[in-house]
Structure formats: structure tokens, C-alpha cells
């Protein structure tokens, strides 16, 4: 069996190596969170890289169903923290509790124009690969 994609690699060594060596700028792209159907439906997009000021809800773990802003996004460990998604230390300090982006999803984004751009080139080529979906079909 051929690798469907050669700049892949398939050992768990090297996957590894390359996903916690990765630059900010790959990290970013694998910080993407699902958008809500409405928000799907509308952009014709499945996923976005998240940012600060985004809406989310949780979908996964204790804190599920929780929705907030989110506050930061830290790429260096891979989570992003959410407005009151927090827990309280021992000496009652308040800690934001770090949740993984693809355990969220975006129910309203902050749009400016770069991120309108992005939204457009992906739901074009999406089109096009639909168009082009029901050509071989047909």
C-alpha cells in the first residue's frame, strides 16, 4: 500500500517529533475548531484555526456545554482558555483551565477582513471540488 500523502510521515517517532516540534504557524492550523451548522452552513466551511475573541462552546469533558469568549489561545501547549472556564487553587486563586480546540465549537466569530478572506477561499474551492464531484458523476 503507497502513502497517500509523502510529506506525511506514517512513524509514530517522527509524527510525534513533528507535532510537539512543530513552528506557531503550523501550530495554528492544528488549533482549528469546528464551526456550528448555522455558521457551516453559512460560510461553507468546516473548520477555522481559533482566536482570541471567538464564542465557543465546549462539547467534551466535565466542562461540556459550557460557552464563553475565549481569552487566550496558548499555542505552546495546544489549548485555548475560555471566560469563566476556570478552577479555584488551594489558596483560592482562580486558574483558567486549558481546553484543546477540537473539543469546541464556534458559535460566532470575530470576523475582519483577513478572516473574511480566508472564509471565501475555503468555501470557493469547496464549491469548485462539489462542481467537480458532480461532473464525474454525471
Given at each position: 500500500m503507497?502513502?497517500?500523502?509523502?510529506?506525511?510521515?506514517?512513524?509514530?517517532?517522527?509524527?510525534?517529533?513533528?507535532?510537539?516540534?512543530?513552528?506557531?504557524?503550523?501550530?495554528r492550523t492544528i488549533m482549528s475548531a469546528p464551526l456550528s451548522k448555522e455558521l457551516r452552513?453559512?460560510?461553507?466551511?468546516?473548520?477555522?484555526?481559533?482566536?482570541?475573541?471567538?464564542?465557543?462552546?465546549?462539547?467534551?469533558?466535565?466542562?461540556?456545554?459550557?460557552?464563553?469568549?475565549v481569552t487566550s489561545v496558548y499555542r505552546l501547549k495546544y489549548v485555548i482558555h475560555i471566560e469563566r472556564v476556570s478552577r479555584e487553587k488551594s489558596n483560592g486563586q482562580a486558574v483558567p483551565i486549558g481546553v484543546h480546540p477540537s473539543k469546541v465549537q464556534v458559535i460566532k466569530l470575530k470576523l475582519d477582513k483577513d478572516r473574511e478572506s480566508i472564509l471565501d477561499r475555503v468555501g470557493k474551492g469547496r464549491e469548485l471540488r462539489a462542481k467537480n464531484k458532480e461532473k464525474a458523476t454525471a
Open positions: 503507497t502513502k497517500i500523502n509523502s510529506s506525511l510521515h506514517s512513524s509514530r517517532r517522527k509524527s510525534r517529533k513533528a507535532h510537539f516540534g512543530a513552528p506557531s504557524s503550523v501550530r452552513e453559512k460560510h461553507n466551511v468546516r473548520s477555522i484555526p481559533i482566536r482570541k475573541d471567538d464564542v465557543v462552546i465546549i462539547t467534551r469533558g466535565a466542562n461540556k456545554g459550557r460557552e464563553g469568549k
